[in-house]
């Protein structure tokens, strides 16, 4: 089994930036794919941006040419690039890691875009 730990959440004004970041650890299993996914109060969580394990991506067209995913299959990681964030971006956002034992989520990283 695996822990997931996101960081780099916070306060930001709009139109800046914020780096997350998801470290996996606990037991070695072979991972399909990790993502991001981000829930607003009221609303259901929504898919942001995943990458399998091969380095293959997906980004939601919300956040299509904003934000960017990379992973480090070596160090167990997976970032999210945010720029030009926007109010409509504030929720909670949570990591996602599918291996070959189940599906697995971060406790979630809460990002306020404000002015």
């Known amino acids: 089994q695996v822990q997931l730990v996101e960081s780099g959440g916070g306060l930001v004004q709009p139109g800046g930036s914020l780096r997350l970041s998801c470290a996996a650890s606990?037991?070695?299993?072979?991972?399909?794919?990790m993502g991001w996914y981000r829930q607003a109060p009221g609303k259901q969580r929504e898919l942001v941006a995943t990458i399998t394990s091969g380095g293959i991506t997906n980004h939601a067209d919300s956040v299509k040419g904003r934000f960017t995913i990379s992973g480090d299959n070596a160090k167990n990681t997976v970032n999210l690039q945010m720029n030009s964030l926007k109010p409509e971006d504030t929720a909670v956002y949570y990591c996602?890691?599918?291996?070959?034992?189940?599906?697995?989520w971060g406790q979630g990283t809460q990002v306020t875009v404000s002015s």
């Open positions: 606990g037991s070695i299993a072979r991972v399909y794919y």
């Open positions: 996602r890691q599918s291996n070959d034992r189940g599906v697995y």
